[in-house]
């Protein structure tokens, strides 16, 4: 695939850009930018790593450079062919195309005779240590650690004993190959880390080729180093682990390593090894939701959500599901910023560049999602005729649709009340509204239910106000909108809010869990009627059901016939203004 830059704002003038000029000025990495995106395939990519997504090809794009994805599959128990194709597809509907396709895995054999190499300088050993037992020598923030017991075996015992581990000898767990810096380090990553463990495990890419598996640390580096990967974005967490990062380049000059020729050329690699700076910014998070996978995966395995593409999820499947255009992801993320400082931005900014982008481009229709029958009682009972509306009040070239009308249709429930309170300029007993583009009508009646709910309006239409006559110019203060009983078509529609009631679910000071957070209403199905014209809808349309928000037709369940549309973002911010 070749990368293509998709249609977003000015690039932001944020830090890592500076850098990126500045190394570019220095002729550094000759002048070159090569950036990559390492999602680990342990589930499905959500809204924070749309950030990094939308960073790392953002500035590989501006300067003309290259971005990789690459999977981090080195830990295989947790790993799946479906993640790996999710985050693809991902991917590309965000807008994206990867320079190369790799996996941590596809350099398993580099990395193999990396840690050999490190072996034979004696900067590595095998350790027979229990992880309870590493974890004890390790020290705290406050005092530092032992050395194992066994980090001074010779040389040879250890390339003899990791050798053994790779030939699959040794129990899971029994033996790890581990770095030999300095235990006394005030930063703990730098306490004789782990770099190899014994996982007798099968690899979703690589099967059951081997018994032993690298550790994150050494396999990004060194990943990012065959790559020839210039600038290697990590988000702050990863900020102690730089010394890490840097210890291992130090160590092994991949580009004087004439063991690693045919193993690169067998993962694809054509260039040669490079030295990568690791470069740390801020996560991108977000109020009322929850951005860990472990909780993500466990609101999936427990049914408190609809599977991994719950509209209400923040995986990008879910927002795509949800109507949320990738354009708006990107817009969002590009005035988000890119800082060293970690905040938490309030979900309805992205609503808000939601409703931006929607706004712009989503043809409006009628629709009604809690109906109510008016009669026009001076009207014939086989009365019809159609009007042309725009699809587009802003836009023109979207064109016009025809909308039938009748002597029966369907409003909202909401729009009449028997006893209105102050304020109320809606269809009231013996007051008038306008009927979106047919003209005033007067409430003369209405029939109730023996449980005293209303069941049909009766209005007279001023036939003085309809479209070219005099009376059009008649001022009213309330507008309504309708959908011809007669041919509306019936659909299912999903009214999708917060998942959460509280903007930090992860806060347990109030003694609840993530999970007792969970909005109840955060999904309700009503069935609706729709002017007919949405029967044409395709799975994934964005429209705006004129005065109740913006909908997108179903990516799953939408069909001819079985019309389904879920609410993507209401027209405005109600939920702020109901906190």
Request: aromatic fraction near 8%; proline fraction near 6%.
């Amino acid at each position: 695939m070749t990368d293509a830059a998709p249609s977003t704002p000015a690039p932001a003038n944020h830090f890592i850009r500076q850098i990126v000029l500045s190394d570019i000025a220095a002729g550094k990495h000759g002048g070159r930018v090569a950036t990559r995106f390492p999602p680990e395939p342990n589930g499905y990519l959500h809204l924070g790593h749309a950030k990094s997504i939308c960073l790392n090809f953002g500035l590989a794009a501006e300067f003309s450079g290259t971005c990789n994805l690459r999977y981090d599959d080195t830990n295989p128990s947790r790993e799946d062919v479906e993640y790996v194709d999710a985050i693809q597809a991902d991917l590309v509907w965000l807008g994206f195309r990867w320079s190369q396709l790799h996996h941590a895995s596809d350099y398993f054999q580099i990395l193999y005779l990396c840690a050999e190499k490190l072996i034979a300088l004696g900067s590595a050993f095998v350790c027979d240590l229990t992880a309870e037992e590493v974890r004890e020598y390790r020290g705290t923030l406050t005092q530092a650690g032992r050395n194992s017991p066994y980090r001074d075996r010779t040389i040879d015992e250890n390339l003899d004993l990791f050798r053994r581990m790779r030939a699959g000898e040794f129990a899971d767990g029994s033996r790890t190959l581990r770095a030999k810096i300095d235990m006394s380090s005030g930063n703990i990553n730098l306490r004789d880390p782990t770099l190899y463990r014994v996982r007798k495990v099968t690899h979703q890419n690589t099967g059951d080729a081997w018994p032993i598996y690298p550790m994150y640390d050494f396999a990004h580096s060194l990943s990012d180093a065959a790559e020839g990967i210039t600038h290697s974005l990590c988000t702050l967490e990863f900020e102690d682990h730089r010394p890490l990062y840097d210890w291992f380049l130090d160590q092994l000059d991949m580009p004087a390593m004439a063991e690693l020729v045919e193993p690169m050329r067998h993962a694809g690699l054509a260039g040669r090894p490079g030295r990568p700076q690791q470069i740390e910014f801020a996560r991108g998070n977000l109020d009322f939701t929850v951005m860990s996978k472990r909780k993500l995966m466990a609101l999936v395995t427990d049914g408190l959500v609809e599977g991994w593409d719950d509209p209400r999820m923040p995986t990008l499947v879910g927002a795509r599901r949800r109507g949320y255009p990738a354009s708006a992801i990107r817009v969002f993320w590009e005035r988000a910023g890119v800082t060293k400082q970690n905040s938490v931005i309030e979900y309805g900014v992205l609503e808000g560049c939601v409703r931006e982008e929607l706004d712009a481009r989503a043809p409006r229709r009628m629709a009604v999602l809690d109906p109510l029958k008016l009669v026009i009682t001076n009207l014939d009972a086989t009365h019809e005729e159609t009007i042309d509306f725009p699809n587009h009040p802003k836009n023109p070239d979207l064109g016009t649709r025809s909308v039938p009308f009748s002597r029966e249709l369907w409003i909202e429930r909401d729009d009449f009340l028997e006893v209105p309170p102050k304020g109320f300029h809606r269809l009231v007993p013996g007051g008038e509204v306008r009927l979106r583009g047919i003209g005033i009508v007067r409430c003369t009646d209405f029939v109730k239910h023996i449980d005293g709910s209303v069941t049909q309006v009766h209005c007279t239409l001023d036939l003085d106000t309809r479209a070219g006559l005099p009376g059009a110019d008649r001022k009213i203060k309330g507008t309504i909108h309708w959908v011809s009983a007669m041919h509306a078509i019936a659909a299912q529609v999903r009214i999708y809010d917060r998942l959460f009631t509280v903007a930090d679910p992860d806060d347990s000071s109030d003694g609840k869990t993530y999970a007792e957070h969970l909005n109840a209403d955060s999904r309700r199905v009503v069935d609706a009627w729709l002017e007919p014209s949405l029967a044409d809808a395709k799975p994934e349309d964005n429209v705006q059901f004129e005065r109740l928000g913006y909908f997108v037709a179903d990516r799953h369940d939408h069909a001819a016939g079985t019309p389904v549309f879920n609410r993507t973002v209401t027209l405005r911010d109600t939920f702020a203004a109901s906190r």
